[in-house]
Every structure is written in structure tokens, then in C-alpha cells.
């Protein structure tokens, strides 16, 4: 069973930035696609970023110049580099693997605050 972990979530002061990683066990998982997503409290889980086995991204608009996703497919991992960061990206973020089921990390706080 495929198991995500993530790391590198905390508290930080609006304009900071932070770096989130999510680590796959297992191989074989560099021909599929992995994101993250995100849920505030109260609200429904939503898109953050994704990005494909041949790298190509794809963001949320409201996230769009401030965040990056890359991956490392020897490591499979994939990282989240967040900055400029604002209260309202304060959220429990859930990295993602594409394969048949999906696969979803523990989910990681990031607080936005100062």
C-alpha cells in the first residue's frame, strides 16, 4: 500500500513563506501525476497545484505566482515552495498521487498569521 508523508508545515507571518514536501513510498510512481490540495476550516478541500509525470503545472488562481510545485522523481517526492504567503492560505494542505484510487498524505498545517 502507498503511503505519502508529509513534512515542512507551520506557522509563519503573512508575506513569509514556507516549503512543504510529501515523500511516497515505493517506486514506479514517476509516470503519474502528484498535487496538493487544501482545506480550511469549514470549507471544502480545493485544488492547490499539480503537476504531471513530464512536469508540466498547473495552479489555482488564487495561489498563481506565489506558490511552486516541483517533483524529484528518483526521490519520489514532490515539494510545494510557498511565499508570499497570506491568511487566507492558512489550511490543512493534503499532497496527492495519481494513481488508480488516488493516494493522499496526512495532511500538513500551514498557519498564516501574525
Known amino acids: 500500500q502507498v503511503q505519502l508523508v508529509e513534512s515542512g508545515g507551520g506557522l509563519v507571518q503573512p508575506g513569509g513563506s514556507l516549503r512543504l514536501s510529501c515523500a511516497a513510498s515505493?517506486?514506479?510512481?514517476?509516470?503519474?501525476?502528484m498535487g496538493w490540495f487544501r482545506q480550511a476550516p469549514g470549507k471544502q478541500r480545493e485544488l492547490v497545484a499539480t503537476?504531471?509525470?513530464?512536469?508540466?503545472?498547473n495552479y489555482a488562481g488564487s495561489v498563481k505566482g506565489r506558490f511552486t510545485i516541483s517533483r524529484d522523481n528518483a526521490k519520489n517526492t514532490v515539494h510545494l515552495q510557498m511565499s508570499s504567503l497570506k491568511p487566507e492560505d492558512t489550511a490543512v494542505y493534503y499532497c496527492?498521487?495519481?494513481?488508480?484510487?488516488?493516494?493522499w498524505g496526512q495532511g500538513n498545517q500551514v498557519t498564516v498569521s501574525s
Open positions: 496527492f498521487l495519481g494513481i488508480p484510487g488516488g493516494a
Open positions: 503537476i504531471t509525470a513530464s512536469a508540466s503545472t
Open positions: 515505493g517506486t514506479g510512481f514517476s509516470v503519474y501525476a
